[in-house]
C-alpha cells in the first residue's frame, strides 16, 4: 500500500480517543492484563535492604524500611510500619515486630505484626504469633499460640510504635525441634 503526504497511515492515528492505556507491567511474573498494579506487586518491587546469609548481628535491630534476613539476628526486631521477610537462611533468635512478617526460614521468638503474618512451608517457629491475619502453609513447623483478636487500641499502638507492651520479654526460649 503507498502512502500520500495527506493520508493517515492505518498503523498511526492522531485520534487520541482511541488509544488504550498499556496495561502497567511491574516486572515480577507476568504482564498485568486488565488491572492496575497491586499493592504487593508494588511492595516487592521497592528496594529492600538485605542482612546477608554470612551476617550474624546481636542487640536490638530497628529501621524504618522492608528488609530481608538472610543471616542471624539475636535480640530484637522493630520494623514500625515495614515488611520483614525472613529468609530461607535466616535464623532469627528474637523478639519481632513489623507491619506484615513473612517467615521462610527459623525463628524463636514472639512475632507481632499489625497486619498480617505469613509462616511459609518450609520455616520453623516457636514462639506466639499476634497478627490480624496469620497464614500457615502445609509442612510449617509451629509451636506457640496464634492471637487473631487485635482490640483498636492495640492495632493502633501495634501500626505506630512497637513499644515493650507489645513485644513480651520473655528470657529464653527452648530449641526449635
Known amino acids: 500500500m503507498r502512502l500520500t503526504k495527506n493520508e493517515p497511515s492505518p498503523a498511526f492515528s492522531n485520534d487520541l480517543d482511541t488509544i488504550e492505556p498499556i496495561p502497567a507491567y511491574n516486572g515480577i511474573g507476568s504482564p498485568d492484563t486488565g488491572s492496575r498494579v497491586t499493592e504487593l506487586s508494588r511492595a516487592k518491587a521497592a528496594p529492600t535492604a538485605v542482612i546477608g546469609p554470612k551476617i550474624m548481628f546481636k542487640g536490638e535491630l530497628t529501621g524504618e524500611e522492608d528488609l530481608l534476613i538472610q543471616g542471624k539476628v539475636e535480640g530484637s526486631i522493630d520494623l514500625k510500619g515495614n515488611h520483614l521477610t525472613i529468609g530461607s537462611q535466616g535464623v532469627i533468635k528474637a523478639n519481632v ?3 506484615t512478617i513473612t517467615v521462610e526460614g527459623s525463628v524463636e521468638g514472639d512475632i507481632v505484626a499489625a497486619e498480617h503474618i505469613a509462616i511459609k512451608s518450609a520455616s520453623r517457629v516457636k514462639g506466639n504469633l499476634k497478627a490480624e491475619r496469620v497464614t500457615l502453609e502445609d509442612g510449617a513447623k509451629f509451636r506457640g499460640s496464634i492471637d487473631m483478636d487485635m ?8 501500626k505506630s510504635s512497637y513499644g515493650s507492651s507489645i513485644l513480651p520479654k520473655d528470657d529464653k526460649v ?4
Open 97 to 99: 515486630a513489623a507491619r
Open 151 to 158: 482490640d483498636a487500641d492495640t492495632k493502633s499502638e501495634t
Open 174 to 177: 527452648d530449641d526449635i525441634g
